[in-house]
């Protein structure tokens, strides 16, 4: 099985940044992405970068605060100027047979378990 595993959650106040890694059991897949789940919104993309780590895509929400990234090893989110609405559950998503996923929910197969982000 392919593991997802999340870390960099936490507390945080208004106006503060974080970094979330995401850690492969095997290897990155060929795109990766970040979802959300917040109190008031169903599970919802975040960001997404495709295989070569160049193209990237943004949520509104995140644009111009977030910047997603990869390595060999890692996926990172890089969370800046948060607000209290950023507070939610912070999930790594990944899939092996698409070079691009985008911000679509249904285009990952492999997730994560999950980290808190609490902005307050």
């Known amino acids: 099985h392919v593991q997802l595993v999340e870390s960099g959650g936490g507390s945080v106040q208004a106006g503060g940044s974080l970094r979330l890694s995401c850690t492969a059991s095997?290897?990155?897949?060929?795109?990766m992405g970040w979802f959300r789940q917040t109190p008031e919104n169903e599970r919802e993309g975040v960001a997404a970068?495709?295989?070569?780590?160049?193209t990237k895509d943004y949520a509104d929400f995140a644009r111009g605060r977030f910047t997603i990234s990869r390595d060999a090893s890692k996926m990172y989110l890089q969370m800046d100027t948060l607000n209290t609405d950023d507070t939610g559950v912070y999930y790594c998503?990944?899939?092996?047979?698409?070079?691009?996923?985008?911000?679509?929910?249904?285009?990952?197969?492999?997730w994560g378990q999950g980290t808190q982000v609490t902005v307050s």
């Open positions: 998503a990944a899939e092996f047979n698409r070079p691009w996923g985008a911000l679509q929910r249904r285009a990952y197969t492999y």
């Open positions: 095997i290897y990155n897949g060929d795109c």
């Open positions: 970068i495709a295989v070569g780590g160049i």
